[in-house]
């Protein structure tokens, strides 16, 4: 089982391959520290628009947007669905794609159909985390998201 460490050391690479990816396609990009932090990890401007983003990592692939509903089920602190305030999730599934998901959208999706979803527990980390497992094919039918790499 990984640390907190080990977590924060993924976190730290992983968010180095995101700068890439941004300086890549030519978009200003602001890394947010700080209390702050937890709103949204970075500011991205695209044709001369600011989106705040929410950046999320798997170190490989899988074939379902991990959605953490509930960050710790003893004390029940709600997952980053309800407590980010980004306008987007950059989600990377593996080390060559990323998924941008529109997050006012996956809100509403996960409150209507929530329950249709396979739900999984993990305890690494941060206590018992609670995810739905939504299908990347779900997620593009719907047009709640793309693949943008």
């Known amino acids: 089982m990984k640390t907190k460490e080990e977590f924060f050391q993924f976190s730290n690479k992983r968010e180095k ?4 990816f941004y300086e890549s396609k030519e978009w200003k990009y602001k890394r947010i520290i700080g209390k702050e932090n937890k709103d949204y990890d970075c500011l991205i401007e695209i044709r001369d628009t600011w989106y705040k983003i929410e950046e999320k990592s798997q170190e490989k692939e899988w074939p379902s947007l991990l959605v953490e509903t509930i960050q710790d089920t003893k004390s029940n602190n709600p997952g980053w669905l309800y ?12 080390k060559d794609i990323i998924y941008a998901i529109d997050m006012k959208k996956l809100k509403g999706f996960v409150d209507r159909h929530k329950d249709n979803f396979e739900t999984k527990y993990s305890k690494k980390g941060w206590g018992n ?7 990347w094919y779900t997620i593009i039918d719907n047009k709640i998201g793309k693949r943008i790499k």
Do not use: V
């Not at 391959?17 to 890439?20: G, Q, T």
């Not at 407590?83 to 593996?94: I, P, Q, R, S, V």
């Not at 985390?129 to 299908?135: A, G, Q, V």
């Open 17 to 20: 391959e995101f700068n890439k």
């Open 83 to 94: 407590y980010t305030k980004a306008d987007y999730l950059f989600y990377e599934n593996g």
């Open 129 to 135: 985390t609670e995810f739905i497992l939504i299908p």
